[in-house]
């Protein structure tokens, strides 16, 4: 272990700086001809690249060999980051047009305009002709007449008439309230009502058809006085399978009356 | 008594619901103490008639030398699809409008609506090929309603030839039947397997529901009998005679090549029927020496019996609507009878009373059975083998073939509106071929020529 502790004058004891200082110059002479010494005579006669038994050899390795990925060559067409500035566009010099061909456009001919017979102008009546009867009603437009949300199938022994609650649909898809009416009335066995109570009375049922077309829910929305005609009524709606997936919307309420005329 | 069978007997089968009518009919028909009942009608809604329907002619949308023959087969393929639907009164295309609308834009309802056509629906279009495509535009219009009247818009661009044309015509065709013929899918896609004989051989064949694009399926060189398809279309099962007698065989119309099923256990294997779920196959199996109904998976794996009286049971087939139930025919009491029993073999009902019953067929909605009967069968007794198809829950029939000759192994289609049946006007085997007819007996249609045999309909 060192001592740290400083002591003046144990320095200042044996001052004998002069001496280390020469002792130190001698060394470092020694050292530098040393070295100077060796260069000098250490591989002395030959030189790299000499034409020797013992030549040495030079491994170069192209960068482009190297395992890396490849440099994008870069596109030298910025114009303002080029470094070889674009040529500037030549200049033509100014043509004249030549003339026209005078046999380029084609003049219009004359051309006779072809002769139509005379339609012959059929001749006036020689009587008086009765004009026709003038509507007495005031014309107010074309129209396509109104649709009426219903449909009305006369059966041999009544009427069936289906009518949709939602007017709209009813209006828009008339071909299937149509289909609905059929399919019930098809399937309404009138003989089912008992004719002597049931004539000239009707039955209202209402019943409600889903998406896929399936009718669910009859229920009689107004009784005709004969529970048989109400019976077959309601039976009628029963036993109708499907009558097709709708055509919009998720369900829609069918009302639909029966109408007994004549056993 | 106001009796009118006529007409509406054959009108009312259509309608399931029907059929309680018609049964009520024979019923007092054959009853002897029969009463005149004055308000008995068998028309139940006389008076409702089907929609009317217009056929026109597309309109050739291209001058392509190629769509004059395509527009041909087109319009003649769309016109047999409706008018064999069953559902619709087609208007006679003589009495259609001159013009031929290819767009809403160009159509006159008025002009069809009105005397003579008095179309409630009008179908029409345009048809045109270009590079090699064939492009169809069809519309379904209500005559009626001239304020909304669009009620189907469909297009096709397809390969422009002869089949796709065909098969253009007949989409087209179950979408106007799905629309407007109560949500039932059409069936105009539908395929019929069947039997050719030629050469001392039978083969498995298959054509269109309408008799076209007939072609062999299976090329075996030997006799093969009642094709069965899955209900998926991918495979058949049918009989087929080998080293061993009959046995089940299977072949994959995915694969185009027989597929493996192994029905085990020896004997004659006869009459395959696949289950609605397609998982189970019900066939008739001689391994204990008496033909007996058996069921395996749909490979021939674990087969189990669940018929187990002396006599022959053949021909199973199960329930299409609830695949719970199997109709067959026994000869447990003699002549072969129509017979159902729950899957598991429980609550067997017997069905006919009498004569000679066999080939039963479930229609899909599960409320009929169709069969071949021939009710006075023996020795100098008049009367044939006919189609007749009987309400399972009443067991009340109908006769729907009458005077053709021998008619066998009727099969429902997809809809539940047609049957499918072998006939032979001459009572010789040789002469037998396949006829289509509504449910109902009408609109009798011969598919095939002379020499096909055993149809089965697809079940989609």
Known sequence: MADLSWNPDDQFADDNLRKNFFGSLVLHITVAAAIAGLAYFHNRGHSWGENAATAGAIQATMVASLPLPPKQRELDTGVLTSENPSPAPLIAPLKTEPPPDPHEVALPEKVKPPKVAEKPTPAPPKHPQPTPPQPNKAVTGETAGIRIPQSTLELKNGTASAMVQDRTFGSRFA????????????????????????????????????????????????????????????????????????????????????????? | MKYRPARSLEKLLLRPAGLFLIAFALLTFSSVTLQAQDWFKTETSAGVSNIRLAVADFKPASVDPQTASLKQTFDSTLF??????????????????????????????AQWSAAPANAAMIAFGALGTSGGRLTVNGFLFDAKNTQFPQVLSKQYSEEANEEMARQVAHRFADEIIFRLGGGIPGIAETKIYYVKVGGGNKEIWAMDYDGANQHEITHLGTVSISPRVSPDNSRIAFSSLGKDGFQIRMYSLLLNRMVNFSSGGGGTNLSPAWSPNGRDIAFSSSRTGDPEIYIA????????????????????????????????????????????????GSAITRLTDGGYATSPSWSPNGQFLAFAWDRKYGPGAPGGQDIYVMEVATKRWIQVTHDIGRCDFPSWSPDGRHLVFANSPDGRASSTRIVSMLADGTGRRNLTGPGADMPNWSWK
């Open chain 2, 80 to 109: 047999n699809d409706l008018s064999s639907a069953g559902i619709f009164d087609i208007v006679s295309k003589s009495l259609l409008p001159q013009a031929t609308p290819g767009a809403p834009g160009e159509i006159n309802l």
């Open chain 2, 297 to 344: 998976d749909s490979n021939g794996g674990s087969a189990r019996r669940v018929t187990s009286f002396r006599g022959p049971d053949v021909s199973p087939v199960f329930n299409p609507k609830t695949g719970s139930q199997i109709a067959w025919i026994s000869g447990r009491t003699h002549l072969p009878q129509l017979y159902i029993m729950d899957a598991d």
């Open chain 1, 175 to 263: 071909y299937y309230v149509n289909i609905v009416n059929r399919t019930v009335a098809q399937n309404w066995f009138t003989q089912e009502a008992d004719p002597r109570a049931s004539v000239g009375k009707s039955v209202t049922v209402l019943f409600d058809i889903d998406r896929a077309g399936t009718p669910s829910n009859p229920r009689i929305e107004t009784r005709s006085g004969s529970p048989s005609l109400d019976q077959s009524a309601l039976r009628a709606v029963q036993r109708v399978e499907g009558f097709g997936p709708l055509p919009a919307g998720d369900h829609i309420t069918v009302e639909y009356t029966f109408h007994y005329t004549q056993p």
